[in-house]
Each structure stands twice: as structure tokens, then as C-alpha cells.
């Protein structure tokens, strides 16, 4: 007698997960959430890089900063020194005096009063989306029209109305004033933050 020819039997896996593939789906899923929190802690960090564009340093003695400058007030690089005449980056807010680099007394103030203050707001409001001479001015008693805005920074030309040139000492101190209407725009006197 001949035995039935019968197919191989084949044993499947369980439907239960075994502890090792369990083990490593925890652990998969716990690589992941770290992954996650490691690149939202670098994103949060980098807020304040250099790299950021509000934290650009228009002031800074260097090619770059004096580029931001000119471009600031819509200057050929050229024309100006790459080292300000006074700086001020104290914890309070920066600001700074920069002119050109032929015998002049013209002078040029930066405030840095970051994109959500009002007065730097104001300024894009009334420039619109245009990269050109600006068309905002706004005036406060004490210092000469604001003029420029970018990137948090606001500026203007040191000269009175009538056209009489300011010295540079005179420039730092109307920079010093802008700096403090725009915190006092905020909400924040200067010493209260």
C-alpha cells in the first residue's frame, strides 16, 4: 500500500507580537519623539543665530555690517567707512553712527528696534512691498525724520530741516532718543524689561 502524497506543513507566526519585535517598536518610537525634540530645541535656539535677519548687526566694523548699512540707507558701499563712528550694543538696544568715507559732515543713524515694534511696522506699512527709497516719514520732536527701515532696523540722515548737518556726538545722541521713543512704543522704558 502506498501513502498518500501529502504537502509539507509550513508553522506561520502567531498573531502576538513577540516581546523582541514589541521591544523595538518602543524603542523605535522613542528614537523618533528624541529626534523631534532635538530638532524643535535646535529651531528655538536658532531664533537668535546672527543668521537670523532681525539679528543681522548693521553696526558691526566689518564688510558685511557696513553692506547692511548702505543698503540701509540706499548708499553704494563705496562712498561709506566700514567702521561706525560710534556704536552702541549694550543690553538696552543697539544703535549706531556710520558716515562716509570722504570729508563730509553727514551722518547717518541705525536704531535697531526689532520687526514687532510699532514704529518699525509703521514704516513697512507706509513703504508697502517696494525695495526702493522709501516714501515713510516719520517725525518726533528731537531727532530728524526717520527715513529707512529694514529688517528691524530704522535710520535716519543727521541734518535739521532746514538743512544744517548735525556732528556725529549729536547724531549718537538722537540715536539714543529714537532708541528710546521705540521701546517706550513697546510698552518698555528703557530699564523696565
Aim: aromatic fraction near 10%; charged fraction near 25%.
Amino acid at each position: 500500500m502506498t501513502e498518500p502524497h501529502t504537502t509539507p506543513v509550513f508553522d506561520y507566526p502567531s498573531d502576538k507580537p513577540s516581546r523582541r519585535g514589541r521591544v523595538a517598536a518602543i524603542v523605535a518610537i522613542a528614537l523618533t519623539a528624541l529626534l523631534v525634540a532635538s530638532v524643535a530645541i535646535v529651531m528655538m535656539a536658532g531664533k537668535d543665530a546672527p543668521s537670523d535677519p532681525a539679528a543681522l548687526n548693521y553696526c558691526a566694523a566689518s564688510e558685511e555690517g557696513m553692506m547692511l548699512r548702505a543698503k540701509l540707507v540706499y548708499t553704494d558701499t563705496r562712498f561709506l567707512t566700514t567702521e561706525p563712528e560710534q556704536v552702541n550694543d549694550d543690553e538696552n538696544g543697539r544703535w549706531c553712527v556710520f558716515g562716509p568715507n570722504y570729508d563730509t559732515a553727514l551722518w547717518w543713524a541705525a536704531v535697531y528696534v526689532g520687526e514687532d515694534n510699532g514704529l518699525y511696522r509703521t514704516m513697512l506699512a507706509e513703504n508697502g512691498d517696494d525695495d526702493n527709497a522709501t516714501r515713510a516719514v516719520i517725525t518726533f520732536q528731537g531727532i530728524p525724520a526717520v527715513k529707512f527701515a529694514r529688517e528691524g532696523w530704522v535710520g535716519f540722515v543727521a541734518q535739521d530741516e532746514d538743512g544744517e548737518q548735525w556732528t556725529a556726538f549729536r547724531t549718537g545722541a538722537g540715536a539714543m532718543l529714537l532708541s528710546d521713543i521705540a521701546e517706550a512704543a513697546d510698552g518698555h522704558p528703557r530699564g523696565e524689561k
